[in-house]
């Protein structure tokens, strides 16, 4: 299995160093990622079921990609790179907010600074079967209901970061205002 590097950050997402993904998740150090939700004309999000091989949370249901920046790259462009190996989904992409999240995961432990993306696709995905097994739309309200009627269904994340997308999407004037508004 190829050596996979994160980027290492403090509290405030300055770099401190990298390290290789696997020690870090099993140290639970905190490091850089980013969370991408995308959403329909309807408001409906896009979800994907996660690949049975994925090495922590397989099977379970998440937001449209999660994934580490490269070392050097540009995070928005690392963004839209992974949505199109996961889900063969291009798109535009805005970033809404940043939160630090801790949880475990199996033997692994996740702590990482989450830049999360919004963005609109009204299409079909194709994904990437090393990455996702299957794929729907939810709102955010029954999205929400399944939760908390079948948690385990879910990725940690995705139950932990849900309340501030649905706060951020509750507060905006239309979906257009969070992530188009300067295209």
């Not at 790259?73 to 801790?102: C, D, H, N, P, S």
């Amino acid at each position: 299995m190829e050596k996979i590097e994160v980027i290492l950050v403090d509290k405030n997402d300055k770099v401190i160093g990298r390290a290789e993904k696997m020690a870090v998740h099993k140290q639970g150090l905190l490091h850089r990622c980013f969370s991408i939700f995308l959403f329909n004309a309807q408001g409906e999000v896009l979800l994907q079921k996660r690949a049975k091989n994925k090495y922590h949370s397989p099977g379970l249901w998440s937001n449209a990609c999660c994934s580490h920046p490269r070392s050097g790259k540009g995070l928005l462009g690392e963004a839209k790179r992974r949505l199109w190996q996961e889900m063969g989904v291009k798109a535009e992409l805005k970033e809404a907010f940043t939160f630090i999240y801790k949880a475990k995961v199996g033997a692994l432990i996740e702590h990482e600074f989450d830049h999360v993306f919004f963005g609109r696709f009204n299409g079909s995905p194709k994904p990437n079967p090393e990455e996702a097994a299957d794929w729907r739309r939810e709102s955010l309200l029954a999205l929400k209901k399944d939760i908390q009627k079948h948690p385990r269904k879910y990725t940690a994340w995705l139950k932990i970061v849900l309340p501030a997308v649905s706060r951020k999407i509750e507060h905006a004037t239309g979906l257009r205002g969070l992530f188009l508004e300067n295209k």
